[in-house]
DNA sequence: ATGAACTTGTTAATTGATTAACAAAAAATA
DNA sequence: TATTTTTTGTTAATCAATTAACAAGTTCAT
């Protein structure tokens, strides 16, 4: 199928947890409408992003929920699962480990963590090993991990960074504040709350 | 000033994070170019930005540091400062809290923070007092607070939301999974980091 | 049956964001 | 002094995302 649009493929990653959710309650279809209104979206959005996925809907009763997921399935979860690892498991990396444990349907997997803190190292969570820094190369190439969440506290991330993409790393979602430097075709994405809060308090007074 | 775009509104929000970081070095000017490239942006799009705030460079040495930042600070820190709260004292209301505190200049203020735990009521960081939730309402009006982030994990977030929207918040950033019903002219942000995992994943294999 | 009331699926139009293009200014170099 | 180099500031062009518009299918009520 072609490439979707970086909006849609994160508007779908919503439909699904949206939708997993629905379909507890039993409902076996869906309206375009309802689907938009959970998620704050305009309708005529949700419609574009299934054709665009390429489910078809049914004129009486909306969209069958199974055949959604199924579908979202099919075009988020390939080949099989990406595997990502946390890089600091202090408070921030150990709610993310939780919060990503959550989930019940996801194409990334978690099975290493890792810290320098030697009360962290070789303890695990939902049993989820952390291993010690020192190990993350060998374990990262031999895992094939290809995403690094960075939650660590440090002065010298571009160094961590450097090791990391040299081990195979190809994403970053990074957590950490300051500028970073990474190579063409590395994917990074950063959110800071701080400028959430700042463009919210704007919209506020403007 | 005409109102501007959201996404200048963002860049400018980072801009000035990494100024007052750039600042440090003593440099007293610095060229769109490298602006641009401590953020991963298009020098063009600097400019462009930096035209829409109203100020102005040198043909010779670029932007001068100081005068960015205090067209940035009049620009964003408008009027003073927007009070917020963090709603959730775990490890991510922790992690968030000590996150914001670390920012030298933010136009927005935390001084107080909401939980129903015991152990954590009336709890101190960073000088910043947790109180018992029950207590929210009175305390929001009193300060005025207008950002609430939700951090807290319950199986009923809408009757919190209700009574947040109620006491005046105006502005929700939510962390919470699942779908949460907001009347119009409230904002909302949501960011949940499985939505970019997914996404990640689907760029790295696509 | 006929039309009213829904809905989906899709193309077209609009709006928003990014990038390209280039004139103008200033200094450095030849 | 003329030319090259470098950078800003701004308009125009392009690209991306959203929304509007509407045909077509389906059921329900009359
Ligand atoms: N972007 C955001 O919105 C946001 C929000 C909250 C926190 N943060 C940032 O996230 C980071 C973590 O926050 P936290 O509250 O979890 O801090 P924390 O101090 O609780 O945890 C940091 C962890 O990193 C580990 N660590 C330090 N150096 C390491 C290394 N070289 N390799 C591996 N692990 C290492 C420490 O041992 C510790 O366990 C901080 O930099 C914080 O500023 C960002
Ligand atoms: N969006 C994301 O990317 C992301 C990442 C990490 C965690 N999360 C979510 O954030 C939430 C918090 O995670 P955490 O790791 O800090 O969990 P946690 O269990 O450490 O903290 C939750 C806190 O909320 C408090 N609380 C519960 N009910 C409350 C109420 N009614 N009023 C006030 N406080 C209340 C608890 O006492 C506790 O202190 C969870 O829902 C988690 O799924 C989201």
């Avoid at 959005?45 to 959604?68: A, F, I, P, S, W």
Wanted: net charge positive; charged share 20%.
């Amino acid at each position: 199928m072609a490439k979707l649009p970086p909006k849609t493929v994160e508007r779908i990653s919503q439909y699904r947890r949206v939708l997993a959710k629905y379909q507890t309650l039993s409902e076996p279809f869906i309206f375009s409408h309802d689907l938009a209104s959970l998620l704050h979206l305009n309708p005529v959005q949700v419609r574009r992003d299934l054709m665009l996925l390429g489910t078809t809907g049914n004129y009486r009763n909306g969209y069958k929920v199974t055949e959604l997921l199924k579908s979202i399935d099919e075009t988020l979860t390939i080949p099989k699962s990406t595997q990502a690892t946390i890089i600091g498991m202090g408070r921030l990396g150990e709610s993310l480990l939780k919060h990503i444990g959550s989930s019940p349907v996801c194409p990334v997997m978690i099975n290493s963590t890792f810290d320098i803190n030697p009360k962290r190292i070789n303890t695990t969570i939902r049993g989820i090993p952390c291993y010690d820094m020192t190990h993350a190369p060998e374990i990262i190439k031999e895992q094939k991990i290809k995403i690094a969440i960075l939650t660590l506290y440090t002065e010298d991330i571009q160094a961590i960074i450097d090791i990391l993409i040299d081990a195979g790393i190809e994403g970053f979602i990074n957590y950490m504040a300051g500028p970073i430097k990474i190579p063409k075709g590395i994917y990074l994405k950063e959110y800071d709350i701080r400028t959430t809060l700042e463009e919210m308090s704007y919209n506020i007074h403007n």
